[in-house]
């Protein structure tokens, strides 16, 4: 629960951050690709049991957004909780969910995936796949009703968002 707190703080947080290229309203609920730069970014790693990874640990963050010519667009945090380890004690499925952050809405995008790299290494970009997709459940805004998938793309540099959307 303190965790869910914790989501919940920086999503305030980061949602009083400025910085959008976008008017309010401006934008309407429509597919788009977003870069996230490596840097700025902050990732934490919350362990349940400090003697080794368990059930129940997550690894929460947040990246800036920015559109193709390099614009702050929004703020993306998220949370990420180990719900099976393996016997070597590495996380072997986690769940996630995160909040785009726009000065138009709030995107709620939800996964389930395996976690092929080591979720306590804060300092990786990313612990997910080279390429991922996940799961968009609505949001607030111009993303209410807003169904679609969220694919990954790692590169050089950071990460780029393919967002592609249908919305009601």
Known sequence: ?????????????FSALGGSAYAAGERACESMSLFSPDQPREVYFLDLENDKLSVGDKRIGHRILQDSNG???GNRVWANTVVEVDGDGKASLTTGESFNIFDDGVMYIASEFGAPRDVRAT????????SSKFLIFGGTGAYVGAQGVLETEDTDGGMIYHIKLNCS
């Open 71 to 73: 614009n702050m667009v």
């Open 1 to 13: 629960m303190k965790c869910l707190s914790i989501l919940g703080g920086a999503l305030i947080a």
């Open 123 to 130: 300092q990786t970009q990313s612990f997910v796949r080279d």
